[in-house]
C-alpha cells in the first residue's frame, strides 16, 4: 500500500514505537524553533540538562512576540536568549528581524524535514512540504538535545483541492472553510494533507497560511507536497539546493477524504469568539468596524501585503477605523519598500507597525471598549486582543482592506487589486540572524547574561498514591491557554513563573491564585474540573507550568487538547477525562474530592475512581497516557524523570 507524504516522513524519522494509528512513535527532529515568550524557559530548561550544546540539525531562537519593551522585563529575556544562542550553538534571530514563522519559511525551511517550536503556529511550514509541529519548550529543549519527539501516530484527512481561486478569494478563505467543516475539537491525532490539482494554484506563502491555522482545528499539523512551486520559491529565496520533490505515492489512501472546489469559494469570516463560528461575508456586509489589523504570521507575507496596497492605491481609510499593519518579516518591509507598496499604505493611514506578534497577541493595538476589529489573525478568543468585550473578527487580507476603505464589513470582491505573482527573487539580508556560522556547535566560555526577570525552572513533585483534593475551578467547553494563561500585558512575565502563576485564570476567575495556593500550603491538591477541548490554542507551556507551581495535580475534563495534554504530563499534572461525560455535572466548583490508588490505576488500563465527599457520590475518570507518559507522570514531570533515570 502506498503512503501519505506524512506517513513517508514519519518513516524516514522513526526511532521507537509502531507505525499504526492511535500508537505513540517517537521521531527524530531536525530543526527547532522558539520564540521569545516561550524560549527563555526553553532554554532554561536545555540548560538543566547539562548538555554543552545543541544536537538538532538547526535550532533557531527568534525574537518576535515580547518587542515593545516597556519596562526591564522584555529587554532582560533578549540578552539572555542571545548570550545562551551563542554559548549553545543556536542561530540568534534579532528583534525587528520579523515573526518566526514567516522568516523560518523564508531562510531554513526545507521539505521533507522535521521541525518542532515552542508555539502552536509552527504548522505554517507545512506550506514548504515540512512536518512542522508545536510543541510545549521542554519538548523543543529535548529535541534540542538530540532527544526524539513523540507524537500519536496520525490518521491522515486528505483534502482534494480543485479548481483555482476566484479574485477577492485568497487562501484564509480555504482554511475557514475548513475549520467550518471540521470545527476546533474533536480533531486530535490527525494530520491534514493536501493534494489534487487545485494544489498547483496556490503559492507558497498561500500553502503557508492554510497550514498555519490548522493548529485551530486541533489537529497535529497539515502539510502541502513539494512541487514546481516549492521549487520556485526556494530559489527566489536563493535556497535552490533546499529544494526536493515530495508527493503521496499513488496508491496512498487517506482515512478521509474532503473535497473543496477553489472555484466555488467565497469569502469567509470567523466571527467572535473563536475561529470555528464561520459566516460568510456577504451575511455580514454592513457591519460597523472600529479596528482594522492586517499581519501576523498568518497573513503577513509579500503577497497579501501587497494586495492590501494594491486595493489602497489612491484611497484613504476610513475615518473612523484605525489600520495597522505587520508585516512578517524585514524582507517584505524592504521589498514593499522598494515597489511602491510602502508609500501607498502611509499615504492610505496605515500604521506601520513593527514587523513582530504584537497586536496578535494583545501586546498592543488593543481596540477600545466594544469595538469590533478585523483581524487577519488566527485567534479571536474573548480577551486575547487586550480588550475584553472587544468583537473580533478574523478575515483574509482582502475583506480587512475592503473594510478599512468603506468602514464596514464589505465584500471585497467588487474592489479593484493586483493579482500579485509570485516573485522570481526575493530581496535576501540575513545580517540580523547572528550566529549562523556557530550553529550546531556554540561558543564555549560564553557568559550567560541573567537579567533579575531570568528565573529558575520549577520542578515538580512525584505523583502520591492517593489526592486530598478540591475542585478549585470549574469551567466550561473551550477552555484556550489564552484563558488559563493570559498574554498581552502578562506576557513579560514568563521567564518568573511565580510572578506570571499570579494571573493563572485571571480572565476566568480572579481569585482562582489565592485559592489555588492556600490549598498548596495546606496540603490539599488542586484539581481543575472542565468541559469539551480544553487547552485549545497556544503551544504555552505556562498554562501547565504554573498551574503545577500553584499545587494544580489533575484536571478532568470532557476532553483535552493535544499539546495542552502534553505539556500537562511534562509538568507532572494528571490529565484524564470523564469516563461518562454526564459526570461533569455533578461536580461543583469547591467540592471536596478523594482519589485513590493513583499508582495502581495507572499500571492498569488508567481508569481511576474519585469519590466527592461532598455529594457522596463517586464517579470513573480514565489517563490515557502511553507507559512512557505515566512514568513521568509518576516522578513529578518530565524534567524530574530524566533525573529519576539517571540516578537510577
Given at each position: 500500500m502506498g503512503k501519505t507524504i506524512v506517513q513517508k516522513i514519519i518513516s524516514?524519522?522513526?526511532?521507537?514505537?509502531?507505525?499504526?494509528a492511535g500508537e505513540e512513535v517517537a521521531i527524530r527532529i531536525d530543526q527547532t524553533l522558539t520564540q521569545d515568550a516561550t524560549g527563555t524557559m526553553a532554554y532554561l530548561q536545555f540548560e538543566s540538562m547539562g548538555i554543552d550544546h545543541v544536537k538538532a540539525e538547526l535550532s533557531v531562537s527568534y525574537v518576535d512576540h515580547n518587542t515593545v519593551q516597556v519596562g526591564f522585563e522584555n529587554a532582560d529575556d533578549h540578552d539572555y536568549l542571545q548570550s545562551v544562542a551563542k554559548?549553545?550553538?543556536?542561530?540568534f534571530s534579532r528583534p525587528g528581524n520579523g515573526i518566526c514563522h514567516q522568516l523560518h519559511l523564508e531562510r531554513f525551511g526545507?521539505?521533507?524535514?522535521?521541525?518542532?517550536?515552542?508555539d502552536s503556529h509552527t504548522p505554517t511550514g507545512g506550506g514548504i512540504g515540512m512536518m512542522a509541529m508545536g510543541a510545549g519548550g521542554i519538548d523543543v529543549a529535548v529535541a534540542m538535545g538530540g532527544g526524539a519527539f513523540n507524537i500519536t501516530y496520525p490518521r491522515v484527512i486528505g483534502v482534494r483541492l480543485d479548481g483555482s481561486l476566484p479574485r477577492g478569494v485568497s487562501a484564509k478563505d480555504v482554511i475557514l472553510k475548513m475549520l467550518s467543516k471540521y470545527g476546533t475539537k474533536g480533531n486530535v491525532g490527525k494530520v491534514v494533507e493536501y493534494f489534487g490539482p487545485g494544489v498547483a494554484t496556490l503559492d507558497v506563502p498561500s500553502r503557508a497560511t492554510i497550514c498555519n491555522m490548522g493548529a485551530e482545528m486541533g489537529v497535529t499539523t497539515s502539510i502541502f507536497p513539494s512541487d514546481d512551486v516549492t521549487r520556485?520559491?526556494?530559489?527566489?529565496?536563493?535556497?535552490?539546493?533546499?529544494?526536493?520533490?515530495?508527493?503521496?505515492d499513488a496508491d496512498a489512501t487517506y482515512d478521509e477524504v474532503f473535497e473543496i472546489d477553489l472555484s466555488s469559494l467565497e469569502p469567509l469570516a470567523a466571527t467572535p469568539h473563536s475561529p470555528g463560528n464561520i459566516a460568510t461575508v456577504a451575511s455580514l456586509a454592513g457591519t460597523k468596524v472600529n479596528q482594522v489589523m492586517i499581519g501576523s504570521c498568518t497573513n503577513s507575507s509579500y503577497r497579501d501585503?501587497?494586495?492590501?496596497?494594491?486595493?489602497?492605491?489612491?484611497?484613504?481609510?476610513?475615518?473612523?477605523?484605525?489600520?495597522?499593519?505587520?508585516?512578517?518579516?524585514?524582507?517584505?518591509?524592504?521589498?514593499?519598500?522598494?515597489?511602491?507598496?510602502?508609500?501607498?499604505?502611509?499615504?492610505?493611514?496605515?500604521?506601520?507597525l513593527e514587523n513582530a506578534?504584537?497586536?496578535?497577541?494583545?501586546?498592543?493595538?488593543?481596540?477600545?471598549?466594544?469595538?469590533?476589529?478585523?483581524?487577519?489573525?488566527?485567534?479571536?478568543?474573548?480577551?486575547r486582543s487586550g480588550t475584553k468585550d472587544a468583537q473580533v473578527y478574523l478575515v483574509s487580507p482582502e475583506t480587512a482592506a475592503a473594510a478599512a476603505i468603506t468602514g464596514v464589513i464589505s465584500d471585497p470582491r467588487s474592489f479593484d487589486m493586483d493579482n500579485v505573482p509570485s516573485p522570481s527573487?526575493?530581496?535576501?539580508d540575513d545580517s540580523m540572524f547572528l550566529y549562523r556560522e556557530t550553529a550546531g556547535r556554540g561558543v564555549a566560555g560564553t557568559g550567560i547574561v541573567r537579567g533579575p526577570n531570568i528565573g529558575q525552572v520549577p520542578s515538580g513533585t512525584p505523583l502520591p498514591e492517593s489526592l486530598k483534593a478540591v475542585a478549585t475551578i470549574k469551567v466550561g467547553d473551550k477552555i484556550t491557554t489564552d484563558h488559563i494563561m493570559p498574554a498581552g500585558a502578562r506576557l513579560k512575565y514568563r521567564s518568573n513563573v511565580p510572578a506570571y502563576a499570579k494571573y493563572v485564570f485571571e480572565n476566568v476567575d480572579g481569585t482562582f491564585h489565592d485559592r489555588a495556593s492556600a490549598n498548596r500550603d495546606a496540603g490539599i491538591a488542586n484539581v481543575i474540573i472542565a468541559g469539551e477541548s480544553y487547552g485549545q490554542g497556544s503551544s504555552r507551556e505556562h498554562a501547565a507550568m504554573c498551574p503545577m507551581y500553584l499545587g494544580v495535580k489533575m484536571v478532568v475534563a470532557k476532553?483535552?487538547?493535544?499539546?495542552?495534554?502534553?505539556?500537562?504530563?511534562?509538568f507532572g499534572i494528571l490529565p484524564c477525562v470523564f469516563a461518562d461525560p454526564a459526570d461533569y455535572d455533578a461536580v461543583s466548583q469547591g467540592d471536596e474530592l478523594d482519589v485513590a490508588d493513583l499508582h495502581s490505576a495507572l499500571r492498569g488500563d488508567g481508569t481511576i475512581s474519585i469519590t466527592d465527599k461532598t455529594t457522596g457520590r463517586s464517579f470513573k475518570v480514565i489517563a490515557a497516557l502511553s507507559a512512557r507518559e505515566r512514568a513521568i507522570i509518576a516522578d513529578g514531570g518530565l524534567l524530574a524523570h530524566v533525573a529519576a533515570v539517571e540516578e537510577r
Open positions: 524516514a524519522h522513526l526511532v521507537g514505537g509502531v507505525e499504526k554559548r549553545y550553538g543556536v542561530v526545507i521539505p521533507g524535514k522535521t521541525l518542532i517550536g515552542s520556485d520559491f526556494l530559489a527566489a529565496q536563493g535556497r535552490a539546493g533546499d529544494w526536493t520533490p515530495l508527493a503521496p501585503i501587497r494586495t492590501v496596497a494594491s486595493m489602497l492605491r489612491g484611497k484613504v481609510v476610513s475615518p473612523d477605523v484605525e489600520v495597522g499593519i505587520a508585516c512578517g518579516s524585514k524582507q517584505v518591509v524592504r521589498m514593499l519598500a522598494d515597489d511602491g507598496s510602502l508609500s501607498i499604505l502611509l499615504a492610505a493611514g496605515c500604521r506601520l506578534c504584537g497586536f496578535c497577541i494583545g501586546a498592543h493595538m488593543s481596540p477600545r471598549s466594544g469595538a469590533v476589529s478585523l483581524r487577519t489573525s488566527n485567534r479571536n478568543f474573548e480577551a527573487s526575493f530581496t535576501v476532553s483535552i487538547e493535544r499539546i495542552h495534554k502534553a505539556n500537562l504530563v511534562n
